[in-house]
């Protein structure tokens, strides 16, 4: 994060049932400040960790029944053990524990929430320094690498650990793949910074092609999953566009799974790729956090 100036970040916040948006300022080695509804708190001069900042905005927003929907406030998020005045990010330690290939991986702490997000009640774990972390998304070098996933069949298995075990089924020697592309995305909700396009692949055929797209912001390297389903468009132009935050260890998941597709725009493939996209997507409508696009994001 560039701290020269004050940047200001779209961040939803959530009291009970009810959830709104709101903004929190940031500046280097200098108070934090957050506001939601009628409620504006600054936090303490002190520190020069933006970690002690935030939390104790934190803090004082829950005397007021708020708390933000960010990766900050989220149990399975670590703060990094030498964390330094620049630095705001920590990592996610969220994965699925029958995944081979998860390691903890940077996000912001402002990142948005996604459907795995569980309100932390304890102070912040912190990050032991000899554990190995992913490089961040937008620095993810090596997204060939693959590892054999033994199979396992657990008796009463959750939706979620069946659309696993579906996954690595489907999951064996990848094709060839056509070159990872680089594109430009739309702005992330929270930073208002372009995002970079991962993986795009189109679902389905005619006209209820359904185009998945998986982005990421390289400032608070949020990974979002989206598909815009085409046959909607007309109809239904609330439900044609959907936007996910997804955890970046199933980002990974999904970069690979689309690097295993020749033809990722060819909706009439039938390949694990299409079918894990198409599913995936399936499963984010029924049990993701979808959020809304919020282009009001402001930078001063
Ligand atoms: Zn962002
Ligand atoms: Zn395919």
Not at 117 to 128: G, L, N, W
Not at 151 to 170: E, G, T
Not at 213 to 224: A, D, S
């Amino acid at each position: 994060m560039a701290f020269w100036r004050v940047e200001t970040y779209t961040v939803a916040f959530a009291r009970e049932t009810t959830e709104q948006i709101g903004a929190v300022r940031v500046r280097q080695q200098a108070p934090w400040e957050a506001e939601v509804a009628d409620v504006s708190v600054v936090s303490p001069h002190a520190s020069a960790s933006p970690f002690d900042h935030f939390e104790a905005l934190t803090a004082q927003l829950a005397e007021h029944g708020w708390r933000p929907l960010v990766c900050g406030a989220c149990v399975h998020f670590r703060r990094p053990f030498d964390d330094a005045p620049d630095n705001w990010k920590g990592v996610c330690t969220w994965g699925e524990p029958e995944d081979p290939v998860y390691i903890p991986t940077p996000r912001a702490l402002l990142a948005p929430a996604c459907h795995r997000f569980m309100f932390r009640e304890t102070p912040m774990e912190i990050v032991p320094a000899d554990e190995p972390i992913a490089a961040s998304a937008s620095t993810r070098a090596d997204t060939e690498a693959t590892i054999a996933i033994q199979a396992s069949d657990a008796p009463h298995a959750s939706l979620w650990q069946r659309f696993w075990q579906w996954v690595k089924r489907l999951w064996q020697s990848p094709a060839p793949a056509e070159e990872p592309f680089s594109h430009v995305g739309p702005r992330c909700p929270t930073c208002g910074v372009h995002t970079v396009v991962d993986a795009r692949l189109t679902c389905g055929g005619g006209q209820t092609a359904v185009v998945c797209t998986l982005f990421h912001c390289t400032h608070c390297e949020t990974t979002f999953f989206d598909t815009w389903n085409e046959a909607l468009v007309e109809t239904a132009p609330q439900e044609a566009a959907r936007l996910y935050v997804i955890p970046p260890s199933l980002a990974n998941v999904a970069v690979r799974m689309w690097r295993s597709c020749a033809t990722p725009h060819n909706h009439t493939c039938d390949c694990q790729a299409h079918r894990w996209f198409a599913h995936f997507g399936q499963f984010l409508y029924q049990e993701g956090r979808r959020i809304e696009p919020r282009t009001h994001v402001s930078t001063i």
